[in-house]
């Protein structure tokens, strides 16, 4: 049981919109700690594709972008394209005993 | 550029122990920290622990209290994690990633599998 939870498959044809929800706690997200996500490829490393909530990397598309209110963020991909098919991870920090870093368990996009 | 690069995949008996290095290069070793983070197989990302490579403290995840330590070696650029009384859970693919307290893991080693098996 993740701390941070995220739909286990979302899917869309190429060309729409997704989005993918990280819903957490008073102890992490809700406490203002920043959101980060990351997408994992298959076979692959993962990769930081959002930092600080809403802060693309240099070579990030800007068809991702993020966005968090309260306990919950959410990553959204526009223009969906085969090559976005791929796991994806929030993560944030806890200041629980879960913590202090802690990732959502991960969302799996298909692209129909 | 900045690159971390893993060491290679291992086998081990149960109750053993692993230790993975994470050899660091193109920034400053000693300006950031090194996370542990594992994968079992088919599973999500599980973070273990934390090493600061400026003065060593260390940040471990409560389960793997015990079990786990991380160390560096700045003279190299290296950090290592040692997991020990190794078990079938255990099995997993292990990365290390950079990031500095508080923040989030901008750099990502290509990964170690550890395969635990009698």
């Known amino acids: 049981q993740s701390v941070l939870t995220q739909p286990p498959s979302v899917s869309g044809a190429p060309g729409q919109r997704v989005t993918i929800s990280c819903t957490g706690s008073?102890?992490?997200?809700?406490?203002?700690?920043?959101v980060h996500w990351y997408q994992q490829l298959p076979g692959t490393a993962p990769k930081l594709l959002i930092y600080g909530n809403s802060n693309r990397p240099s070579g990030v598309p800007d068809r991702f972008s993020g966005s968090k209110s309260g306990t919950s963020a959410s990553l959204a991909i526009t223009g969906l394209q085969a090559e976005d098919e791929a796991d994806y991870y929030c993560q944030s920090y806890d200041s629980s005993l879960s913590g202090p870093w802690v990732f959502g368990g991960g969302t799996k996009l298909t692209v129909l | 550029q900045v690159q971390l690069v893993q060491s290679g995949a291992e086998v081990k008996k149960p109750g053993a122990s692993v230790k993975v290095s994470c050899k660091a290069s193109g920034y400053t070793f000693t300006s950031y920290g090194i996370s542990w983070v594992r994968q079992a197989p088919g599973q999500g990302l599980e973070w273990m622990g934390w090493?600061?490579?400026?003065?060593?403290?260390?940040n471990y995840a409560q389960k793997l209290q015990g079990r786990v330590t991380m160390t560096t070696d700045t003279s190299t650029s290296t950090a290592y994690m040692e997991l020990r009384s190794l078990r079938s859970d255990d099995t997993a693919v292990y990365y290390c990633?950079?990031?500095?307290?508080?923040?989030?893991?901008?750099?990502w080693g290509q990964g170690t599998l550890v395969t635990v098996s009698s």
């Open positions: 090493i600061s490579a400026y003065n060593g403290n260390t």
């Open positions: 008073s102890s992490n997200i809700g406490a203002g700690y920043d």
């Open positions: 990633a950079r990031g500095k307290l508080w923040s989030n893991f901008d750099y």
